[in-house]
Nanobody, 120 residues
């Protein structure tokens, strides 16, 4: 079993910053990709940013230039620093981890989501 614990969401004003964190735990052999997605009700879930075990980073268009993703491989954590937040960044943010378990199963695991609200 694998668990993801997300933290850091909340209510901020436009222009402020937030830092999201996600920690993976459980029967993990290795983690390939860690990332953050977001979803607004009625819309599809979209990529915010992802980072591989070799630190290859991919940003969604909405995150480029404002957000920064990082990971700590020793702690199985991924962080998303969000700066210059805009009201349109308001969404539920989901942590996503693609990993291999100690039983050599490949899994794609989602967190429960954390709400980010940006007021104008």
């Amino acid at each position: 079993q694998v668990q993801l614990v997300e933290s850091g969401g909340g209510l901020v004003q436009a222009g402020e910053s937030l830092r999201l964190s996600c920690a993976a735990s459980g029967s993990i052999l290795s983690i390939n990709v860690m990332g953050w997605y977001r979803q607004v009700p009625g819309n599809q879930r979209e990529l915010v940013a992802s980072i591989t075990s070799s630190d290859t980073i991919n940003y969604g268009d909405s995150a480029k230039g404002r957000f920064a993703i990082s990971r700590d491989n020793a702690k199985n954590t991924v962080n998303l620093q969000m700066n210059s937040l805009k009201p349109e960044d308001t969404a539920v943010y989901y942590c996503n981890v693609r990993l291999t378990t100690i039983s050599y199963y490949r899994m794609n695991v989602w967190g429960k989501g954390t709400l980010v609200t940006v007021s104008s």
